[in-house]
């Protein structure tokens, strides 16, 4: 594996001190490229530090790293602070706990409403609905698509979250951007990289959910064909993995959660409801998943779990979801940190 | 999950015979609709056996088969006799073994051509190679892409084998489909469900890899999305899943290629290579495959595995590819089966 | 599978109310039997509901549960408010978060009452030590065996804290269990059957460590072994299964926590040093398990890792494990928990 | 992990010569151990090729390998001819196809007896069958025991078939042993560490079950715990390990056959029935099993599987066993082997 030479600069450098930088790698026969780590300015050389011989005059970098292998742009080391992705207002990886809740699937204006009021009132801080779903048989009903994405708009409008949504095809990627506040990808296209390619592209923030066949260094590594368009909105969702376990769903990689914060300065997300597949059990794991430093959670709320048309038998019912909600306000004050959202007392208790 | 009725006809079965069967079942209340299994029309209908009410004078269906759940046309009894798959001249689930043996990925012209005279001149019935390659990682070698197909072409004309390559992305489907002979899904693309589509309307030959974290009822699923766009021809291919061992890359699950033959019409492939990721591996498990009843083996095979741009430490050498076909061909007939490709000694002692 | 209905009835029922049940299961033509879920005793009796016609002098069972497959003993509506299992003064199952610490093997007297002033000054309930060691290797150091166990009793005389320690093979079980307050079965034996009965037999606590290819089925399973020898004092512990990630040295199954304590009344247990094998996950891996409602964590600690000579590179330093003892008491308190242990602040500072 | 020099030496090397070499280590200052492996006597030294140096006047072992890590005295470096083991007349390893079968577990002896008949009849060198059973629960029926065992010594003398049975805890070794002519350990007891070394000191031959958790190394490691008491009548059996996919009991690992062939000297056998647990996929696996150059197969046969108190599902019924070992014999054609069994074809029609 080729090692290599990153080095971070503080946004806004002149492209002029970036060119010092890139003729002297050149002049010392190191390939160098610049990219952007978001709006900071990145160059990667290859090969054995050749930067630590670099004029004292030239612009120092505000971080710098040596890494063999394909994990790069999104290393901790270059960005030891983290990353903020800012998805409406929510800002997932400033420290406190945020909640993506709604329903797995939307299914019609009422449904559709009636959740994102629950994820509303009860401090969500964005709307998750899926309005392409991914089935694993044609004969599963495969979202309303389009008109699906129409409606979350209107659910976007009628809460004032912003709308979560899941993208399956690489043509579909610009018209999804337009509306779509956040572009989720799904755990069977964590490694369908012209996909990824296309949402880089689209410079909207994306939350690349973990392949269930997947390592973690698998998934650090689809994050990179994000960050390589130039796209540092990226929050890594771990979802469980398939095991032999099968008591749940999937397993849970709570390590991994921990593991993706040390090594990466992007946010993590966790999966609770895909997870585990069980609605008794989203609560302590949707607790365990704070504890481990989850900067975000995603939860399938609905309002009738048993008309769901998609994946409704692991969706909380809304006052389970508040009761949730409530107990991770608590359990943030033991992590020293606060919950991002607002619960909205008055309609909370019109909804129970 | 729904039951289905499902009524297999003969080719050629006459619209207007066909119509008196989707009358019947609409008189009866009764969802029904045809489709195609290659040039065999087939009636799905909704629910509980209505059929078996139908008039003496209808056409009676060849096959017939009650399912639950959403294993539809690929199940074996609406084609006990099996299913062909026709790539070029090969004729994979005849009862022959069939192997397809090539690069992992097309380098150069020169490599290429090497690889091919390779695979020909032992008996290989069809040529692999990826020109589109889908990598972990942004930074590694994405392949040649479209020129790499040219040059595939280039290397059926050299020796007359068919072509069998990779597809990525639904917008490139129908140009790969015009030079390719079959098209191959990779295992991390078994459930992009919109290239499978794709790729079903193509009509071109399909080899549908199993994703590395997908269970076989999830790989016969996958091949519906196929199969319901009337396009038959398709190959699954068994090339390991992910488990605790890793001893070997990925672990051949040997019982999945006798299952999907006891429960699908389609042919099965395996892909030793891959699966096992160690040269010295490749033959037992060649020959295990073989054994379990594969209809088709799809190998690396380098003339330069130290040199190859990508997986090139599985590929075998063309003398350990030459002596594998030997061992193939005694196997066979205690198999009491034969090899579909023809040996040609004289080229192959130049090989050597 | 049989179903059986399982009575419980109150801690001191006469035998006389007893014999009336079983009379008139025989009467009634159910085979039925009386055991001991620790002080109470219990009636199992095969087949369907013969219970619901008993007459009402009868002395009524205080839980009482219908159970198909061979899952009796552990089943939470027997004991629906949990058990408690007394290990020296530590209990568990009560509610509070206890820290059973210590090295993984006992090495000699200095390195373990070095590791147990950490253990003691830093709030842990228990210490924990291996003796006897089982080791994937017969070349490998496999514990100080009963001289190992000589030197944990003089921890325990030191520090006040009681003893949880390994037992490998049946001839053993009577002699460990005349010094050890806990008796730990480790993941690999977690199956030996011939272990389970003679643990049981024993009457001491045990702490059983889930095999890391077992299922939570199959743990549950195994507890009925040393249920069904009428010890109820039986501790599950969760510490990782073997999947096809190997970033960590185990996947810890971190839903299976919660789905245990929903399923069975017996207390359940973490070790996140075991399960990750990397120091710089134990710290949110043990939060998570906390949260996700662990009654204990077992936990590594050594005064010199490095020098450990058995899975040193997975403990906590001293100063690492009194960070954690901190933070997990904040978040007890964030959970409506307390810490069960006492920190020593005088010793911890010199300890530092 | 160290480094030994390992050196074996032909059967039959006197002491005194022996005692050469290891005053040489000694005055070298390495330390050296001698050991057996059979009847070979074999010198193990800590440390980096002192041996080189040892004085041409020194008998010269017939083998020499340098190690690192645990997996020493298995190496096929050291008897790269292979081993054989022999059970009763059989000798696994002689290359051999050695086929061993009966039921799951001795009923009765009426049961046993017709399962033996069907056995010898179609050519099996062996009969299994379990007198004790580790079962998952204590509910299940554990087997006949002691009784068990007396009935297979009588199936032995009615058939002339040697018999394999498993052995559960170290204190039935000896007595265990005294009776059968192998003894099995038992997939759950692969890393019971004290089992396995009562077994390696009784001098029977010993078939090892790879653990369904475990890796192939501590599969080999475990063998070490046998090989180290002298005893090289070991069999390596691959039976299967967890996966995530659940079509089959468990998921035949098939590379690790070969695997194990190449990297030991130790012959290898396939439990293809408790595998995938499915009767119709016990021939093609047991075929593949074959080819990938498994010495011997252990299958599951009963004459009444329906009724089989233990695993009975899996169970070949007695004509199917037929059809199996007739499509084994032509198989061995094909691979340049032989079939070890003979078949007794006026009884085997009798059968019919």
Not at 161 to 187: C, K, N
Not at 242 to 249: K, L, N, S
Not at 258 to 278: E, F
Request: one cysteine or more; a negative charge; glycine letters at 10%.
């Amino acid at each position: 594996m080729s090692s290599q030479s990153i080095l971070a600069f503080a946004p806004g450098t002149p492209a002029s001190r970036l060119n010092e930088w890139l003729q002297f790698f050149d002049t010392n026969g190191t390939t160098a490229v610049q990219q952007f780590l978001g709006d900071a300015p990145v160059i990667l050389a290859h090969g054995p530090g050749v930067e630590t011989r670099a004029p004292a005059s030239f612009t120092a970098p505000v971080a710098k790293v040596a890494v063999t292998g394909d994990f790069r742009l999104g290393r901790r080391e270059l960005r030891p602070q983290g990353t903020i992705v800012r998805i409406g207002d929510a800002a997932v990886g400033d420290g406190s706990l945020n909640v993506f809740a709604g329903p797995c699937a939307v299914e019609n204006e009422q449904q559709l409403l009636a959740c994102a009021d629950v994820a509303a009132n009860y401090g969500s801080v964005g709307l998750r609905g899926g309005a392409f779903k991914p089935r694993t048989s044609p004969y599963s009903f495969q979202g309303l698509k389009w008109a699906g994405l129409e409606l979350l708009a209107g659910a976007r409008q009628h809460t004032g979250l912003p709308i979560l949504t899941e993208v399956l095809d690489p043509r579909h990627v610009e018209r999804v951007a337009e509306i779509a506040d956040g572009l989720q990808i799904g755990a069977r296209n964590m490694q369908n990289f012209e996909l990824l390619t296309e949402v880089g592209k689209s410079g909207r923030p994306v939350v690349l959910k973990r392949g269930f066949g997947c390592t973690v260094d698998e998934t650090l590594a689809a994050a990179e064909y994000v960050l390589a368009q130039g796209n540092d909105q990226v929050i890594l969702c771990e979802r469980g993995i398939r095991t032999f376990e099968h008591a749940t769903r999937f397993t849970l990689d709570i390590s991994a959660v921990a593991l993706m914060k040390q090594r990466s300065h992007l946010p993590v997300m966790v999966d609770p409801s895909h997870s585990v597949g069980i609605p008794a059990l989203v609560e302590p794991v949707s607790m365990a998943a704070a504890a481990a430093g989850a900067d975000a959670l995603l939860i399938d709320v609905h309002v009738a779990p048993e008309q769901a048309l998609c994946d409704g038998k692991q969706a909380l019912l809304p006052s389970d979801f508040g009761a949730l909600m409530g107990k991770l306000e608590l359990l943030a004050m033991g992590l020293g940190r606060k919950m991002a959202g607002v619960m909205r007392p008055v309609l909370a208790d019109v909804e129970r």
